[in-house]
């Protein structure tokens, strides 16, 4: 059970996988930005594991409500998700894929 949000805040549950769309390994460490609608950082936490939920985000009802998320982790290329439309008291998903730095393209064979 998780607990009520705070008024006029809200969530999101961020989801990292790999270019194969699996889920990102547990032990990897990422860095996690959130920016809001007007571009300003509301968190920058240092986050392990593919599954992140982020808390008490403030919530406008305006644009500003039009996060960004960005995700960093080492040997691989950035990731980021725009726009995560932020609800009131409410948790929002956002997928964020990240791509290996060397990765290459696997085709089937014809």
């Not at 006029?8 to 699996?22: E, K, L, P």
């Amino acid at each position: 059970m998780t607990p009520a949000l705070a008024p006029n805040t809200g969530a999101i549950q961020v989801n990292i996988v790999d270019g194969t769309r699996q889920a990102f390994p547990a032990g990897r460490d990422s860095l996690l930005r959130i920016l809001d609608g007007r571009r300003r950082q509301i968190v920058a936490p240092w986050v392990t594991g593919p599954s992140i939920r982020v808390t008490g985000l403030p919530f406008h009802d305006n644009p500003d409500d039009n996060y960004t998320v960005f995700v960093h982790s080492k040997g691989y290329n950035d990731g980021a998700l725009y726009p995560v439309a932020l609800r009131d008291r409410a948790t929002v998903e956002a997928s964020v894929m990240l791509i290996p730095g060397d990765g290459e393209f696997h085709f089937r064979n014809w």
